[in-house]
């Protein structure tokens, strides 16, 4: 089992940048496939990046491709999602997730989110 936790998330500028962090607990963590996804007011939580576990290989949710970079640090039990040109569609609560899989599919675990508003 693994622990997530988020940061980095606030209050930007359309155009402007952040940079999500999820720690995670335990010595499991290179096993996992780690994810970002988010959920918008009203809407479903939806996919946006993933990593697989030693980082060779990345996925991205179109809507953000040429914006937004996925990494992880295996020392540091640390997935990032760097995030620029935002716009105010990217508004939403950023949710990291570990799992088997990849692409992600529904990961079993999951941090409690951090949020991103993009104002315009």
């Known amino acids: 089992q693994v622990q997530l936790v988020e940061s980095g998330g606030g209050l930007v500028q359309a155009g402007g940048s952040l940079r999500l962090s999820c720690a995670a607990s335990?010595?499991?963590?290179?096993?996992?496939?780690m994810s970002w996804f988010r959920q918008a007011p009203g809407k479903e939580r939806d996919f946006v990046a993933a990593i697989t576990r030693s980082g060779g290989s990345t996925y991205y949710v179109d809507s953000v491709k040429g914006r937004f970079t996925v990494s992880r640090d295996n020392v540091k039990n640390t997935v990032y999602l760097q995030m620029n040109t935002l716009k105010p569609e990217d508004t939403a609560v950023y949710y990291c997730?570990?799992?088997?899989?990849?692409?992600?599919?529904?990961?079993?675990?999951w941090g409690q989110g951090t949020q991103v508003t993009v104002s315009s």
């Open positions: 335990g010595r499991t963590f290179s096993r996992y496939t």
């Open positions: 997730a570990a799992g088997p899989n990849f692409p992600p599919g529904t990961p079993p675990y």
